[in-house]
């Protein structure tokens, strides 16, 4: 059996920053209010017009990723690309990002776990690579998701915490199965659907697609939140899944070096901390720069991580996620 260790990481995030002051002019909301909530700064919008779109970042990211992994797409086998905030209905975003790496007729398998979509994306690439059925393999988290945002006062709920970008990491197989991805531990809990979810378009009602009628709309298309719910069930669950993903491989908590939270709000990746007793140093945030770029998020921090040269061989690293599903979701790798 093989291991799979990550050879590059690249990241992506649009030009166009949009601070909280930024927000405060299209709806009631103050930058007092969303950096205490949740520590976001500002975030990064694609520019309305500019041509782009998840899988054009992904593409940007990807080629940062092959660079730093001195490979190119012809030593790729395949793509698993996640995300919420797909180019079309279908097909997925992997496809077109195969399209764009000129990657032939290798496979791109497309996968929906929303902010745990990386770390679900990391164990389905890993499960490929340990099998030996693939040497290397292009793994995505990639959104554009302030197009889908109501930027109202109606929408504020949502509309500050979200922001565009995208990652990507090179999966590649080895043979020292001390190293790379220790292991991935993945979960999901559906009676949680509709806590946090867009509904359309969708085929949840067995009838059209899409409602007629602005109300509606409205109520269908937005994303939606019970917002102290999802905080309440991702301070207990990232910890839980975090000391599992430890105990499997006879570590603790002491064992890790760096540990990167999925970046949903401040509060919630300080909350996780001091449960895991983890000092500052050993914690990871970017969310003041981009809110929450859900699957993209994790990539990014590796990719930032890597640029600022962090990541040090033989490091232990503990990614953990929480989202829409509910999905969650933790990696242990060891560089
Ligand atoms: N600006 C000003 N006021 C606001 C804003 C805003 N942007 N948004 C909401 N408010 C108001 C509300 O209307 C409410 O006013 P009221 O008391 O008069 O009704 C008040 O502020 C408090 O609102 P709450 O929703 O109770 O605020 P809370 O402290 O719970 O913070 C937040 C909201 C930041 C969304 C928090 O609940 C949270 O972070 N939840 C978890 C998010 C998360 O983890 N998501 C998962 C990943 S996303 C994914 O998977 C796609």
């Avoid at 166009?16 to 975030?43: A, C, F, P």
């Amino acid at each position: 059996m093989f291991n799979s260790k990550i050879i590059g990481v690249g990241h992506f995030v649009p030009e166009n920053i949009v601070t909280n002051d930024d927000l405060s002019k299209l709806m009631d909301t103050s930058d007092e209010w969303i950096q205490e909530r949740t520590g976001i700064k500002e975030r990064r919008f694609y520019t309305p017009g500019e041509k782009g779109s998840t899988a054009i970042m992904a593409f940007k990211a990807s080629k940062l990723a092959m660079k730093r992994a001195k490979v190119t797409a012809d030593d790729i086998d395949a793509i698993v690309f996640a995300t919420l905030s797909p180019d079309y209905y279908f097909p997925g975003s992997g496809v077109l990002l195969q399209e764009m790496l000129k990657m032939g007729t290798k496979p791109a398998i497309d996968l929906r776990a929303q902010c745990s979509g990386f770390i679900y994306a990391l164990s389905v690439a890993d499960q490929f690579i340990k099998t030996g059925m693939y040497k290397k393999i292009l793994v995505i988290g990639s959104e554009t998701q302030s197009v889908a945002l109501d930027l109202t006062t109606r929408g504020r709920g949502m509309g500050v915490l979200f922001g565009d970008g995208a990652g990507a990491a090179i999966l590649e197989a080895t043979e020292d199965n001390t190293k790379g991805i220790l292991s991935t531990h993945l979960h999901s809990q559906g009676e949680f659907a509709d806590v946090l979810c867009v509904r359309e378009p969708g085929t949840n009602k067995g009838g059209k697609v899409i409602y007629e009628g602005q109300h509606e709309m409205y109520d269908l298309i937005s994303p939606q939140m019970d917002g102290k719910l999802v905080f309440k069930n991702a301070i207990t669950r990232m910890p839980e899944v975090t000391m599992e993903a430890l105990a499997k491989n006879n570590l603790t908590i002491e064992d890790i070096d760096m540990f990167l939270p999925h970046q949903a709000n401040l509060r919630i990746s300080q909350m996780v901390q001091r449960f895991l007793k983890l000092p500052d140093e050993k914690v990871f945030n970017n969310i003041q720069k981009y809110g929450n770029t859900t699957a993209a998020t994790l990539p990014i921090l590796l990719s930032e991580l890597w640029e600022e040269g962090r990541i040090k061989e033989g490091q232990l690293f503990a990614l953990a996620a929480f989202g829409s599903g509910f999905t969650w979701a933790s990696a242990l790798i060891r560089w």
